[in-house]
């Protein structure tokens, strides 16, 4: 079976040089991709990429840009461009999360969470599919959430970003699908990872998501890279504008 074979594309993953972006970023080089490795802090993501290469035995190279600055972007893909060609295969990735009371939620929080989890998918979105039309294929690959589908109290920003996310993941499917480009959502359920940090060291919490969880555990990052390779791959070139759950079937009980 070689259809999920990558070999001899390149990814780029936003914010791989830690958490749930690093692991999808090693599996990725694990099937044969050349990856970019991304995110603001310029050692981090020499530390991720050095690491990445030699875990893998793949090809790492770093770019440092922020995601929700229109020139940054631009300039960070240019030279990506310029060095490796547009990415085959691009997963808009960084995020954050902010935690309070809808009623105490300030106008600059909203702001963050929308330009880091929703703007940024539409700015690097919108600046390597040009690439990919032009050249009549590519695979973008949103990050969701199981807050794309379900709230929770204290997350109402961070829920709209998310839900937003598959609405723009169908739009680009609409939009770029004739081109040869196809855009999907893959929205992880609760993973250990420094966002979720202090939830997983909240006993009451992490019961909470276990009893919730039909598989009974928190996510374990490399739980996600099946459905990653796949809707990054040839496997997956007839699937478009869908949101693959990775969550344990958190969203499909009550
Ligand atoms: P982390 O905080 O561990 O990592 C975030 C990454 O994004 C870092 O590499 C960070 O690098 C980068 N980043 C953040 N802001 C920017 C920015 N403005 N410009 C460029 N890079 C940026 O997050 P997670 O790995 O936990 O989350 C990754 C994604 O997965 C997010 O979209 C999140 O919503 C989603 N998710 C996470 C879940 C979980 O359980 N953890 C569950 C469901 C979804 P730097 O700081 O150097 O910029």
């Not at 290469?53 to 440092?64: F, H, L, Y």
Request: proline share 3%; with cysteine.
């Amino acid at each position: 079976m070689n259809m999920f074979d990558l070999s001899g594309r390149l990814g780029l993953v936003t914010g791989s040089s830690r958490g749930i972006g690093y692991a999808l970023a090693k599996g990725l080089l694990q099937a044969g991709a050349r990856v970019v490795i991304h995110g603001r802090d310029v050692k981090q993501a020499t530390l991720a990429a050095t690491t990445l290469a030699d875990e893998t035995g793949g090809r790492t190279r770093v770019s440092t840009f922020d995601v929700t600055d229109l020139a940054a972007v631009d300039r960070g893909i240019a030279d990506i461009e310029a060095d490796w060609g547009t990415p085959d295969i691009l997963v808009n990735n960084a995020g954050l999360q902010r935690r309070k009371p809808f009623i105490e939620f300030s106008l600059e929080d909203w702001d963050d969470l929308v330009a880091t989890n929703l703007t940024s998918a539409f700015l690097v979105g919108q600046r390597v599919a040009r690439g990919m039309v032009a050249r009549g294929s590519g695979k973008i690959i949103n990050i969701g959430s199981v807050q794309s589908q379900l709230a929770r109290p204290g997350i109402a920003p961070y829920s709209a970003t998310k839900g937003g996310i598959v609405m723009l993941t169908k739009g680009l499917c609409a939009d770029l699908g004739p081109s040869g480009v196809q855009t999907n959502a893959l929205a992880p359920g609760y993973f250990e990872t420094e966002l979720t940090r202090a939830l997983v060291e909240d006993e009451e919490f992490s019961a909470w998501v276990k009893g919730r969880t039909p598989a009974g555990r928190w996510g374990k990052v490399e739980d996600l890279i099946g459905a990653l390779v796949f809707l990054a791959s040839p496997a997956s070139d007839f699937v478009n504008g869908q949101v693959l759950f990775v969550d344990g079937g958190m969203t499909a009980v009550v």
